[in-house]
Every structure is written in C-alpha cells, then in structure tokens.
C-alpha cells in the first residue's frame, strides 16, 4: 500500500456536480486539445530530433562567422564573393525551405494521430464529448506552435549571425517574409502529411518520397506537374535571388516559372485548408483498433 | 430508459479474427458485470459500446442513441480503459483538468472537478505528483478519476481494479456500490467471479466472443467453487504471507515466485476477506498487488459451453 491510499474506509458522499457543461464549438474543442497536446509536443523526444536539425544551419552561421572574420570567403558563386545576407538568402532556401520544413512537416504532420495511438492515449480523447475532427485540429495547432516555439528563432539566430549590422535595416523586412514563408510552409507541409499520417498505413515512408522524392524531381522538370508540389509555390515567393553555379541550376532556371505572388498563396491555402479537411475527415470515419 | 446498451446482431472482425460474434443483449440500468477469461470478447465489447469500434455487423445503442459518430452521448458517459497509458510528463491533477475540461467545463470548474474526483479514489495528496512516478495501483486510481470527473450517468469500467492492493480494491468496489446508488448506472468488466459478484449479481458472460449466460449467476458461482482458485499475491515479505496462508484450511497449495506468493485456494471468499483483513493490520508486511489468473475460470467456461 502506497503512503497516499488512506486505510480509514470512510466513504465519500457521491454528491451531484454543481458546475455547468457548456456545448463547446469545434474551435474551441481544438483549443482545448491544444493546450492538453502542446506540453506533451513540446517535451518529447521528437523536438530533441528537431533541435538537432535546427542547429545544423546555426552551425553553419557560426562557422562562416569566423572564416568571415579572418578575411576569407565563406561561399562563391561563379567567383564572385558571397557574403552575408546572400550566404543567409541560400541557407533559407537550399536549408530551411527544401530541406527542415519539408522533414519536420513530415515527421510531426505524420505523427498527430499516430503517437496517441501507439501510446493508446488516444482512448482518453476519443472518449470525450468533443468531434474526433477537433482532436487533430488540436494537435495540429499544437504542432504549429512546437515548430514555430524552435525553428522561427533558429533562423532569426542564423540571420543575425551572419547578416552585418550596417545591413540590417536594409534586410530586416526580408527577414520578415522569410519567417512568414518559413511558418506558411510548416503549415502547409504539416497539414498535407497530417492527411497522410491519418490515410495512410506506413505514412512516414509515403511522407518522405513526397518530400525528397515528387518534389525534388519533379521541380527539376518541365511542365505542369511541378503545381503538384508545395515546393513550387514556396520557391517562387522567396525573396532571396538564387545563385546559379552549375548545369543543373542553369538548367532549373531555364525552366523555372514564378507564378504571382497571390497565385502562390491561394495555392497554398488551398493545400493546407484541403489537405487539413480531409485528414479531419479520415480521423471521424476511422477506427483506431489499439494493439493488445 | 429500458436498457443502457442494446446490442443487436453484433459482431466485430479484425481481419480473419473475430472479436464479438452475433452478440444480441440488452444491458439494463444499475451494475451489470462483465464476466469472461482473458481474450473472450470484453474489450472488444466494451470499445464497441464506447463508440471506439464500429460493429463490422449489427447495431449498438447506449442511452438510446447511436454511440458510433455520436460524441454528444460522452457527455453522459465515463470511460475507465484497460490499458495502462497516460500523459507520463503530467500530474494526476493536471491530467484529469485537461480531460475535463474537454466536457466544456472553464479553467476554475474543471480545477475544482479533478480535484474532487481524484478525492474520491483518495489520490488528491498524490495529485501534484507526475504520472509516470505513481505505482500501479495510483495509476488505475488516476483512470477511474478521468472516468467519473464529469459525473456521469454511466460508469464503464474495464478491469478496474488490475494491480490495486486489497484496501484499495474494496474502496474501489465500495465506490462503485454508492455510485449506482446514488441512480447511476456501472457496466464493470472482470476476469474474475469474486470482484464481479461483490458488485453485483447481475452478470454477463462473455466467452469466444458470445454471451453465454445472463442474469443472475449463484449456480456458475457455486460452479466455479468447485474449480481451484489461483491467487497471486505481491508484497514486502512473501514467507510472512505464506506463513498466514497456511494457518487456516482454505489453501490447498502455494508457490513462491519473485517478492510474491501464488496460492491455490478452493474457497475465495474465505480467503479474500482474510487476504483484506491481513494487508489491513499490516502483520505480514505490505501487500503491494493481488491478481487472480484466469486459468480456472476459463475451465468452467470450458464446462458451461459443453453443456
């Protein structure tokens, strides 16, 4: 017996509850989810990995920090110098956009669902007056803060590391749309595999051939297909001009199409609104059976 | 309201597997237990009338509506799973505030609610204390809590009392006798005759996924007497306990395994009064667990299908 069970044996009156249950609306049914999830996000072992993968581009700031400050040049382009807002311009794009959104948006989107269910908490969730929907809606919400709570202030870390501070008024509005890019894409990415953790029966594989496999390829290529892609409406709103150093990019440039700005983002909303929908859909028709 | 679960032509497949087989019952207010070995179709009915499951044949009503789709109906319903998961990171109280909260009560209420349900199953001085620091017996504790938070008018209980010490075992079937007397209504699951019969009288059992008997069962009781009693005891000194076992005539063996003693007994009543009367006076240390396997049922089971 453990020092909290009392050995009185005195019951308690079973009294009615005075307090007052209100109908909550889906919005605020997410809410509460999110608050109950975003703890438990935060404190786990996935923002550990993500930790890990944002501190990669920090790295690199600080190394190009100091070869910069013993006069060398850390990155040139068809020989010429790149520096500072630049180096921080390719580290958005060839980093961040096309490499750790794509990853976290798959490895967190994926795992909404997943890890209630392999940690059979989902029982506790499902089991309450509130839609099935709200429970991903409220631990997409809760994903969105997690990723925003580390990777936002990793790029800021990374820009004034390596953007001069006699540029940093000319920059600092540029910062501004990267970090808004940077948090639409998260979004995007997150509400696109929450669909797929929630279809799907092995979705961090089906999420990583989207990611480093149809998107890359397809981008490379001439056509329509690349619109299939969250990639191409994310390129074309980075404000950074991209270097050119090879055959590869040459070519990428000749193909390469920048839809308007507002073309971009309805697309985008789109996705994240679309995607988001139906994976709410999947997880009211879908039975979770827990593994005894 | 006729029935708390009407059950028709229900049957639940997991692939080739069957889980409930053309299960047609109606379960009526007050405490029914579910009664059946290990792997007999209780979870699986039980996820089915919690609208976890949807019947892969057939329909299932709780309170007079639809439970698949119907989140609504959890407003009136509390659910004490038999899975030992949890938020380990937080408190008890924090844990069963959240879960409440998504009934619709605000912040100040829902506080209030959790701290008054986890009085009730004596964990409010552990309440501050993190899940994953609590021993088995607080965990099942903190499930009953999130399960009757929200007061509601149905208590469904899957092997509530796994783990929990003997004390706690009778508090706890203590908690859900007041509860159905205070008008509400328990559908409690157990593998095992004795904790089901101290609740009530009212028994279903469940065995390959089909009722085999309802109603009132003193005749498989008197059966089940007949079959040795296994009983698995834990605690701080298992020679003490085996000592105390073997001063009275209703152990017919007994087995020493790690920090626990096994013991056949042909009487269980006897035995478990005397088991409670033992861990409350503390002579042969702290007993720390008591389970019954479920070897023995499953022979009456056995026998009652033969018939």
């Not at chain 1, 994926?110 to 631990?139: H, N, Q």
């Not at chain 2, 889980?19 to 047609?24: E, F, K, P, R």
């Not at chain 2, 579910?34 to 039980?46: C, D, Q, R, Y």
């Not at chain 2, 009367?277 to 240390?285: D, R």
Request: glycine share 8%; aromatic share 10%.
């Amino acid at each position: 017996m453990t020092a909290t069970e009392s050995t009185d044996g005195a019951e308690k009156a079973i009294k009615p509850m005075l307090h007052s249950f209100k109908r909550m609306s889906f919005f605020e049914a997410s809410r509460r989810v999110f608050d109950l999830s975003l703890g438990e996000m935060l404190w786990s072992r996935r923002t550990i990995f993500m930790g890990l993968v944002v501190g990669g581009p920090v790295l690199l700031a600080v190394i190009v920090k100091l070869v910069e400050t013993f006069g060398m040049s850390a990155l040139r382009v068809n020989g010429q110098r790149v520096a500072g807002f630049g180096i921080f311009g390719v580290m958005i794009w060839m980093l961040f956009l096309r490499f750790i959104i794509p990853v976290l948006g798959v490895f967190y989107g994926t795992a909404l669902m997943a890890d209630e269910v392999e940690d059979k908490t989902i029982t506790y969730l499902f089991t309450r007056p509130i839609p099935r929907g709200a429970v991903l809606v409220g631990k997409f919400l809760a994903y969105l803060a997690c990723t925003f709570l580390v990777v936002l202030p990793s790029v800021m870390i990374v820009y004034f590391l390596l953007v001069p501070l006699s540029q940093l008024p000319g920059t600092f509005p540029s910062l501004l749309v990267d970090l808004g890019l940077i948090a639409l894409g998260l979004a995007v990415y997150g509400g696109v595999f929450s669909f797929v953790g929630a279809f799907f029966k092995r979705p961090l594989v089906i999420g990583l051939i989207f990611a480093f496999g149809w998107e890359q390829v397809v981008l490379a290529l001439p056509g329509y297909l690349k619109q299939f892609t969250i990639a191409y409406y994310l390129q074309a709103l980075v404000p950074h001009a991209m270097p050119s150093d090879g055959v590869a990019s040459l070519l990428q440039g000749m193909f390469r199409e920048n839809p308007p700005a507002m073309v971009c983002l309805f697309w985008l909303f789109a996705y994240l609104g679309g995607f988001l929908y139906l994976a709410t859909r999947v997880v009211e028709k879908k039975e979770y059976i827990l593994e005894q | 309201m006729n029935a708390l679960v009407h059950a028709e032509g229900v049957s639940k497949w997991y692939g080739q597997v069957s889980g409930l087989n053309n299960v047609t019952v109606s379960i009526p207010p007050g405490i029914t237990g579910l009664l059946g070995p290990n792997g007999a179709g209780k979870s699986t009915f039980m996820k089915l009338m919690t609208g976890q499951l949807k019947p892969s044949q057939g329909t299932i009503r709780v309170m007079d509506e639809p439970i698949w789709g119907n989140p609504a109906v959890f407003a009136r319903i509390g659910f004490c799973p038999e899975q030992d998961a949890f938020y380990d990171r937080m408190t008890g109280l924090e844990w069963v505030t959240a879960l409440v909260r998504l009934n619709g009560l605000n912040d100040a209420d829902a506080d209030a609610a959790a701290k008054r349900a986890l009085d009730r199953v004596d964990l409010l001085d552990a309440a501050a204390k993190k899940i994953g620091a609590y021993s088995k017996g607080m965990r099942q504790r903190v499930k009953m809590a999130q399960a009757l938070v929200h007061d509601p008018d149905l208590l469904i209980l899957d092997e509530p009392l796994t783990g929990m010490d003997p004390l706690m075992r009778r508090k706890t079937i203590r908690l859900i006798k007041d509860w159905a007397r205070a008008g509400k209504h328990i559908i409690v699951s157990s593998h095992i005759l004795h904790e089901i019969e101290s609740m009530t009288s009212n028994i279903l059992l469940i065995n390959n996924g089909r009722i085999v008997a309802e109603g009132n069962v003193h005749q498989i009781r008197d059966l089940i007497d007949t079959h040795p009693h296994t009983v698995y005891v834990r605690g701080q000194n298992p020679r003490a306990l085996a000592r105390k076992f073997l001063s009275e005539d209703d152990v017919l063996s007994m087995k020493f395994e790690k920090d626990a003693v096994v013991v056949e007994t042909a009487r269980p009543d006897s035995f478990y009064a005397r088991l409670t009367e033992l861990a409350a006076s503390g002579e042969a240390g702290q007993i720390d667990e008591v389970q019954s396997p479920d070897d023995n049922l499953q022979a009456v089971f056995k026998y009652l299908v033969k018939q």
